[in-house]
Protein backbone atom coordinates (compact mmCIF):
# COMPACT_ATOMS: atom_id res chain seq x y z
CA UNK A 1 0.00 0.00 0.00
CA UNK A 2 1.35 3.34 -0.70
CA UNK A 3 0.45 6.27 1.51
CA UNK A 4 0.75 9.69 0.65
CA UNK A 5 0.36 12.51 3.19
CA UNK A 6 0.28 15.73 1.15
CA UNK A 7 2.13 18.65 1.59
CA UNK A 8 0.61 21.10 4.39
CA UNK A 9 -3.34 18.84 4.25
CA UNK A 10 -1.57 15.56 5.37
CA UNK A 11 -3.82 14.27 8.32
CA UNK A 12 -2.42 12.96 12.00
CA UNK A 13 -2.86 9.09 12.47
CA UNK A 14 -3.46 8.15 16.08
CA UNK A 15 -1.77 5.70 18.12
CA UNK A 16 -2.73 2.51 17.03
CA UNK A 17 -1.34 -1.08 16.67
CA UNK A 18 -1.14 -2.72 13.25
CA UNK A 19 -1.94 -6.13 15.17
CA UNK A 20 -5.17 -4.30 15.50
CA UNK A 21 -5.66 -4.49 11.75
CA UNK A 22 -4.20 -7.85 10.58
CA UNK A 23 -4.95 -10.39 13.60
CA UNK A 24 -3.28 -13.92 13.89
CA UNK A 25 -3.69 -16.07 16.97
CA UNK A 26 -1.25 -15.51 18.55
CA UNK A 27 -0.36 -11.90 17.32
CA UNK A 28 2.36 -11.99 14.36
CA UNK A 29 2.10 -9.40 12.28
CA UNK A 30 5.06 -7.44 11.30
CA UNK A 31 4.80 -4.17 8.93
CA UNK A 32 7.46 -3.17 6.76
CA UNK A 33 7.45 0.59 5.83
CA UNK A 34 10.18 1.79 3.13
CA UNK A 35 10.23 5.92 2.94
CA UNK A 36 9.88 7.12 -0.69
CA UNK A 37 10.79 10.62 -0.01
CA UNK A 38 12.27 11.60 3.82
CA UNK A 39 9.77 11.43 6.75
CA UNK A 40 10.76 14.56 9.16
CA UNK A 41 8.72 16.12 11.81
CA UNK A 42 7.39 18.46 9.71
CA UNK A 43 5.75 16.40 7.41
CA UNK A 44 4.51 13.87 9.74
CA UNK A 45 7.12 11.16 10.32
CA UNK A 46 6.43 8.23 12.93
CA UNK A 47 6.50 8.14 16.13
CA UNK A 48 6.83 5.19 18.69
CA UNK A 49 6.07 4.50 22.19
CA UNK A 50 9.36 2.94 23.25
CA UNK A 51 9.22 -0.91 24.60
CA UNK A 52 4.61 -0.89 24.13
CA UNK A 53 4.98 -4.02 22.01
CA UNK A 54 6.27 -5.60 25.41
CA UNK A 55 3.49 -4.81 27.58
CA UNK A 56 0.76 -2.97 25.55
CA UNK A 57 -1.93 -5.71 24.83
CA UNK A 58 -3.87 -6.23 21.50
CA UNK A 59 -7.24 -4.86 23.37
CA UNK A 60 -9.12 -4.23 19.67
CA UNK A 61 -9.87 -5.32 16.77
CA UNK A 62 -10.87 -4.20 13.05
CA UNK A 63 -13.28 -6.70 11.60
CA UNK A 64 -15.63 -7.51 9.11
CA UNK A 65 -19.54 -6.45 10.02
CA UNK A 66 -22.22 -8.30 10.08
CA UNK A 67 -23.33 -9.47 6.35
CA UNK A 68 -19.63 -9.19 5.40
CA UNK A 69 -20.64 -5.44 4.99
CA UNK A 70 -18.49 -2.77 6.61
CA UNK A 71 -15.92 -3.13 9.42
CA UNK A 72 -16.22 -2.49 13.03
CA UNK A 73 -14.05 -2.48 15.95
CA UNK A 74 -14.97 -5.10 18.47
CA UNK A 75 -13.43 -6.21 21.91
CA UNK A 76 -10.14 -8.92 21.36
CA UNK A 77 -11.18 -12.30 22.84
CA UNK A 78 -8.01 -14.11 21.97
CA UNK A 79 -4.30 -13.73 22.71
CA UNK A 80 -3.28 -10.34 23.15
CA UNK A 81 0.56 -11.11 23.36
CA UNK A 82 2.92 -12.92 20.56
CA UNK A 83 3.81 -16.52 21.22
CA UNK A 84 0.91 -16.42 24.07
CA UNK A 85 3.10 -14.63 26.10
CA UNK A 86 1.47 -12.45 29.06
CA UNK A 87 2.64 -8.61 28.77
CA UNK A 88 5.53 -7.52 30.77
CA UNK A 89 4.48 -4.52 33.38
CA UNK A 90 4.26 -1.35 31.71
CA UNK A 91 6.95 1.40 33.12
CA UNK A 92 5.87 4.01 35.25
CA UNK A 93 7.57 7.37 35.87
CA UNK A 94 7.10 10.98 34.47
CA UNK A 95 5.89 11.72 31.15
CA UNK A 96 3.14 10.00 29.27
CA UNK A 97 0.42 10.56 26.47
CA UNK A 98 2.12 12.40 23.57
CA UNK A 99 5.26 13.65 25.29
CA UNK A 100 6.43 9.55 25.74
CA UNK A 101 5.95 8.96 22.14
CA UNK A 102 9.33 9.12 20.42
CA UNK A 103 9.61 10.64 16.64
CA UNK A 104 11.46 8.57 13.77
CA UNK A 105 12.78 10.82 11.38
CA UNK A 106 14.29 8.78 8.05
CA UNK A 107 15.61 9.85 4.99
CA UNK A 108 14.31 8.62 1.60
CA UNK A 109 14.68 4.54 1.18
CA UNK A 110 15.04 3.76 4.77
CA UNK A 111 13.10 0.36 6.05
CA UNK A 112 11.20 0.49 8.89
CA UNK A 113 10.23 -2.46 10.89
CA UNK A 114 7.57 -2.32 12.77
CA UNK A 115 6.19 -5.10 15.54
CA UNK A 116 2.62 -5.41 15.66
CA UNK A 117 1.89 -4.82 19.24
CA UNK A 118 4.47 -1.74 19.06
CA UNK A 119 1.75 1.49 19.92
CA UNK A 120 3.09 4.16 16.84
CA UNK A 121 1.33 7.25 15.89
CA UNK A 122 2.03 10.37 12.66
CA UNK A 123 1.63 13.75 13.05
CA UNK A 124 -0.01 16.31 10.30
CA UNK A 125 1.88 17.38 7.50
CA UNK A 126 2.48 20.82 8.54
CA UNK A 127 5.67 21.36 5.43
CA UNK A 128 5.47 22.13 1.84
CA UNK A 129 7.46 19.04 1.22
CA UNK A 130 4.85 14.95 0.58
CA UNK A 131 5.59 12.35 2.92
CA UNK A 132 4.87 9.23 0.66
CA UNK A 133 5.65 6.05 1.89
CA UNK A 134 5.41 2.06 0.53
CA UNK A 135 4.27 -0.28 3.36
CA UNK A 136 3.23 -4.13 3.51
CA UNK A 137 2.77 -6.68 6.12
CA UNK A 138 4.01 -10.43 7.19
CA UNK A 139 2.55 -13.13 9.37
CA UNK A 140 3.23 -16.14 9.93
CA UNK A 141 1.74 -18.73 8.67
CA UNK A 142 2.95 -21.73 10.67
CA UNK A 143 1.92 -22.23 14.37
CA UNK A 144 -0.92 -19.03 13.75
CA UNK A 145 -4.31 -18.70 12.79
CA UNK A 146 -5.62 -15.69 10.80
CA UNK A 147 -8.72 -14.77 11.84
CA UNK A 148 -11.93 -15.20 9.15
CA UNK A 149 -13.37 -11.96 10.83
CA UNK A 150 -10.35 -10.09 10.00
CA UNK A 151 -11.66 -7.13 7.20
CA UNK A 152 -8.65 -8.17 5.15
CA UNK A 153 -9.52 -11.82 4.07
CA UNK A 154 -7.18 -13.63 1.87
CA UNK A 155 -7.86 -14.50 -1.76
CA UNK A 156 -9.26 -17.97 -3.15
CA UNK A 157 -6.05 -18.89 -3.60
CA UNK A 158 -4.66 -18.01 0.26
CA UNK A 159 -1.81 -15.27 0.51
CA UNK A 160 1.36 -15.07 -1.36
CA UNK A 161 4.01 -17.62 0.78
CA UNK A 162 6.96 -15.79 1.23
CA UNK A 163 8.77 -19.47 0.84
CA UNK A 164 7.46 -23.01 1.49
Known amino acids: MVICKQPEIGGAVPPHQD ?29 FLPGSHRWAPVEKRLVRGPGAT ?5 DNDGPRFPDGRVGER ?7 GDAAYVPAEVKAGDLVLIHGNVLHKSERNTSSKGRIIYTFHIIEGEGTEYDRRN ?14
Open 19 to 47: STFLYTSPPSAVGFWYALEDATLANGCLS
Open 70 to 74: GTEMV
Open 90 to 96: RPQGPGG
Open 151 to 164: WLQPPEQGFTKLYA
